[in-house]
């Protein structure tokens, strides 16, 4: 089985950061992994998760971040996933979704970024999505099967 993990677990369960709020997060999300390996889960990044973990380290760090990510699947954003963003895209704006979520202060940016990682995990065939993201987990439901990552 393949799980599909989201950005904030990857800060704080392989790169170990987090903000002072947060340090309680660093070893749950190692546990997470540790959980996987236990289990014998692979475990999956979509490359726009790789690429959110990599914006606040400094360029010359980014070969050792990335050695760290070597044990892990890393799927790319290809034309399968691009075709599974346009449908996902799609129907989230039938049903008005995509409004909703600008109304309430999600950024076109950001709303591409988050259904660029759930389309990257449809494609690849992943079985599960976990996240911390409550608005992307909601925008996954339909399409992929989620697990909340939170501090509770």
Same mark, same amino acid.
């Given at each position: ?50 690429? %959110?973990?990599?914006? =606040? ?7 050792? !971040?990335?050695? @760290?990510?070597?044990?892990? +699947? &890393? ?20 049903? %008005?979704?995509?409004? =909703? ?7 076109? !940016?950001?709303? @591409?970024?988050?259904?660029? +990682? &759930? ?34």
């Amino acid at each position: 089985m393949v799980v599909c993990i989201d950005t904030q677990i990857v800060i704080w369960g392989v790169r170990e950061e987090a903000t002072p709020t947060q340090k309680d997060m660093i070893p749950k999300a190692k546990e997470l992994f540790e959980y996987f390996g236990r289990q014998k889960i692979q475990v999956a990044f979509p490359s726009i998760v790789v690429g %959110e973990s990599l914006v =606040r380290v400094p360029v010359p760090e980014h070969p050792n !971040v990335l050695n @760290k990510f070597s044990q892990f +699947i &890393i799927l790319p954003y290809d034309t399968l996933s691009a075709m599974w963003f346009a449908r996902i895209w799609q129907q989230l704006k039938d049903q %008005e979704e995509i409004t =909703r979520l600008q109304t309430t202060g999600l950024s076109r !940016v950001e709303l @591409k970024a988050d259904l660029m +990682i &759930i389309a990257t995990a449809v494609a690849h065939g992943a079985k599960v999505l976990y996240s911390g993201d409550h608005k992307l987990l909601k925008l996954a439901t339909n399409f992929i099967e989620i697990q909340v990552f939170s501090h509770a």
